[in-house]
């Protein structure tokens, strides 16, 4: 590489640019047909002997929405779960465990569960894609 002129290296990195973009635009063409027809057939997967092709979805949840839970759920429950606000160096908000709500939710059933699945804000899907 030492023996090309600049202009011809900085040339060179220009069309690794333009390609690297052309490959994304590419990928994500090829990303949104793959999750239409998954849509279209009510899938989470496409089945393949060659590939792992899923969509996965992060789901957060509006931590406001559980402050009901604080009256239904029992005390030694509420204390696995519910971190209230306190001070460290700083003021630290209050928090819900959502992975030991949820187990709570599904035992409890009824209202906690459906205070719980109201408070589930769904993340963006996203493709999971590798060779098996």
Known sequence: MEQ?????????????????EEAVHHKGLL???IMRRMRERNA???PSDV???????ANTYDQGRFTPLLELLSGDELEKVFTPEHQETVTVAERWNTV??????RRYGGEVLRLVQ????A???????KRK
């Open 4 to 20: 090309i002129s600049d202009s011809v290296l900085l040339s060179q990195l220009e069309a690794a640019q333009n390609a690297v």
């Open 31 to 33: 990303e949104m047909e």
């Open 44 to 46: 989470i997967g496409i």
């Open 51 to 57: 590939f792992t092709c899923e969509l996965k979805q």
């Open 100 to 105: 030991g709500l949820l187990a709570v939710a």
């Open 118 to 121: 109201e408070a589930k804000v």
């Open 123 to 129: 993340g963006a899907p996203r493709l999971s894609f």
